[in-house]
């Protein structure tokens, strides 16, 4: 089962699409940033790669947090949203975020 860090406030209905972001500035060090970032999607109850799905476009970078638009998702059903942030250093920093969908 995937660890979580952070969850949504409200459950997410199917038919909604909207960004969602994770700030990784606590982590990046000074005179560091977030150069590249990879977003991917995974069910909760199964472990299944979900990203084709659920992700929609490419990771922005903003400064030191990462931004994703997500979309769909099966009602009833948990979503890991994995955030990886690599930085100029080379560090790589992974934060997943809990995204349930209501009926």
């Known amino acids: 089962m ?8 409200e459950p ?5 699409k909207y960004r969602i972001s994770v700030d990784f500035d606590q982590l990046v060090e000074a005179g560091d940033a977030v150069t590249a970032a990879v977003v ?21 970078i903003s400064e030191d947090a990462v931004e994703i638009r997500i979309q769909a998702g099966v009602a009833t059903s948990d979503y890991a949203i994995e955030f990886a ?6 560090d790589v920093f992974i934060r997943r975020v809990k995204v349930e969908v209501e009926e």
């Open 85 to 90: 942030a690599t930085t100029t250093a080379g």
């Open 2 to 9: 995937l660890h979580t860090h952070f969850r949504m406030r």
């Open 12 to 16: 997410k209905i199917p038919a909604e």
């Open 40 to 60: 991917k999607a995974f069910n909760l109850s199964s472990g299944a790669d979900v990203s084709a799905s659920v992700v929609d476009g490419s990771p922005t």
